[in-house]
């Protein structure tokens, strides 16, 4: 049997391509053998019919993959490529004969929280090592009334988990979100705010809290202390004060305390080229291992505009290891079967190097 630690995925919403990638990443394991298949001593979290449907998308004669109902955690181990165990955590409208693709709908929106709560307070209870989410769709989400439709997505509502097991407030469980493929990672200041609340959110405070979570994160992960480099907010990182003084009033100065510390944060550099700087290229040494960009978008177009069937989203500063693939729950191509599971079979591969 193996040993592996063992991830749950949670499908996200049902109505979105979040099922059918998990099941294509199973059916990819098949359809191309390796030593180490990306998807073993994984199960999914969620409904044993949801999951059943999304197999029948990717494998409509149901040749090359099982679906496997199970009950305990340690079943998910030692099983061949094409056995896809699912655990019934949560209920999707069990009386409809498909999940109703490419819709907003307060059930899906509700059944897919449901499966990050359960996933979540098993990770922080150490049952499981890591957690991997299909995308969730955050009008559903908050269709879906109390408790989740006060988290705008995934990080808001596992940083409450977390803060809520440890017994401590939101604002001692600080998360930053990191968007990474192999060529480049980048975290962010801010994360789901409107860009004038963004530009409010550049204070020395969130700075330096991200730099620290930046450094802390990725020397676990790298085994030595990371080069950050800083974007600047403005732009040419604001020329000298010319336009604009937030790198000399608030960025400069985080990042001189974050350096007393002994965090190797560069900068501030002009956003419009460090992430050049910080990329990965054949037979070239990056400069940088991250680059900390200051709001949402100026952190993630980079990124995304690489390829985002290779993006991976990582939640940083939480007590338990989170991915998710870069992309949306896709409601103009859901239940159609061509969704691509290449950004899910990368967030797995991530998880697993990050697991302690």
Known sequence: MSTLPIIAITPGDPCGIGPEVIARAFLNDVLTPQAKPVTQACFVAGDVEVM????????????KLQIKVIEKLAQALGLPTGVLPVMQV???????????????????????????????????????????????HKEALSAAGAP????PGHTELLQFEAAAHQGVSLTHMPVRMMLANDELRTVLVSIHVALR??????????????????HHSLRLVLGRAPKIAVAGLNPHAGEGGLFGREEIDIIEPAMAQ??????LALGPFAPDTVFMRARQKPHATPEFDVVLAMYHDQGLIPVKYMGIEQGVNVTLGLPLVRTSPDHGTAFDIAGQGRADASSMMAALKMARQLIP
């Open 90 to 136: 949560a209920e999707y409208l069990p009386n409809r004969k498909e999940p109703a693709y490419g819709s907003v709908q307060a059930a899906a929106g509700r059944f897919a929280g449901e499966c990050v709560v359960w996933a979540a307070q098993a990770a922080l209870r150490k049952e499981i090592a890591a957690m991997v989410t299909a995308p969730l």
């Open 258 to 263: 974050a350096r007393s510390e002994g965090v």
């Open 197 to 214: 609340q963004a530009l409010e959110a550049v204070t020395y405070d969130n700075v330096l809290e991200s730099l620290r979570i930046t």
């Open 148 to 151: 989740f439709n006060q988290f």
């Open 52 to 63: 059943q449907q999304a197999a029948k998308l990717v494998d409509p004669q149901a040749q």
